[in-house]
């Protein structure tokens, strides 16, 4: 593989993809697993599938080869893809949680939400989630397996508290946990893991639950969609949680004192300075700005308030 490519082997025929999300490097990654039955987990944007099919060409899986296409969950970014990607790859089942299986579908509604949230914006974020034909998708529920071939699995975990349709996948094999977004984002050049918590599914104590159902699992590495693979697995569960509830407090107590969006914004971006080495003074500007894009403080504290208020 040349210097410049998308592509970095993980071991053990796993192959992270730099999805090239909206032109940002390292924001957003697929991963290919190169068994038996090659299984594609995050596709990524619909802008991004073109780059997807260049990386699954260079790692020798042809139109016809790909077995499996899984999402942790339905937004845009993880599976804004799959569409395009089912029509590349004729022979892949779509694997989804069953809370978002209608909307890879007919994305109609999906999509008109999406465009009321990013506006103009949308097209250079994500681009169109085409529809996938419903006979190609699998749903799961609680738990399911997909067949990687050679006696090799992946086992989905129903992990609310991001979204309602969210679901972390343990590969038998390696113990790697795709963790999509309930475990937040992981920025790799500082190590900082930082809340994911758009409106309008988050909920705190389901996405606690979801991180204690993580660790229970005992998995030996953790693959962010956002982005890259951790090894500290317990600890970085642990931070995850810690900083949900530091959210949270900071959110709550802004919303108690009557403050609107901007200042309750503030007031997060006061409770956490110092915490992430990616935002503040010192911080690399154009990681910043990929970061905010990703994951804005605004949407985030969005989602807290439109949970508190829906638990008042």
């Not at 032109?23 to 780059?51: F, K, M, Q």
């Not at 949680?97 to 990013?118: I, Q």
Request: net charge negative.
């Amino acid at each position: 593989m040349s210097t410049d490519s998308p592509i970095t082997p993980l071991g053990n025929e796993v192959y992270e993809i730099d999805t090239r999300m909206a032109g940002y490097s390292g924001i957003t990654a697929g991963y290919l697993i190169r068994s038996d039955r090659p299984c594609l987990v995050e596709p990524g944007t619909s802008g991004s599938a073109p780059n997807v099919r260049r990386a699954l060409d260079e790692l020798g899986i042809g139109p016809q080869d790909l077995a499996t296409v899984v999402v942790t969950h339905i937004h845009l970014d993880h599976a804004g893809g799959v569409g395009d990607i089912a029509r590349m790859y004729p022979n892949a089942e779509i694997v989804v949680h069953e809370k978002g299986a209608r909307h890879l579908a007919d994305p109609s509604r999906l999509m008109r939400s999406a465009r009321m949230v990013y506006g103009d914006m949308l097209d250079t974020l994500f681009g169109e989630l085409k529809p996938t034909e419903a006979t190609r998708i699998r749903a799961v529920e609680e738990t399911g397996v997909i067949d990687l071939g050679g006696g090799r699995r992946l086992e989905s975990h129903y992990s609310p508290g991001h979204a309602k349709h969210h679901v972390g996948l343990l590969d038998s094999l390696t113990g790697d946990l795709y963790v999509g977004d309930a475990a937040g984002v992981y920025i790799p050049e500082t190590a900082d893991v930082r809340p994911a918590t758009p409106p309008p599914d988050f909920d705190l104590d389901t996405a606690l639950a979801s991180l204690d159902k993580f660790r229970a699992l005992g998995a030996q590495r953790l693959l962010f969609a956002h982005y890259g693979p951790v090894d500290a697995v317990d600890e970085t569960l642990e931070r995850s949680a810690e900083e949900l509830r530091i959210w949270v407090d900071a959110v709550r107590d802004a919303h108690e004192a009557g403050m609107d969006l901007d200042h309750a914004v503030a007031a997060v971006k006061e409770r956490t300075a110092g915490r992430y080495k990616a935002f503040g003074p010192d911080a690399d500007p154009e990681l910043e700005e990929k970061y905010e894009v990703l994951s804005s403080a605004v949407s985030n504290v969005s989602g807290i308030i439109h949970s508190l208020s829906r638990h008042a």
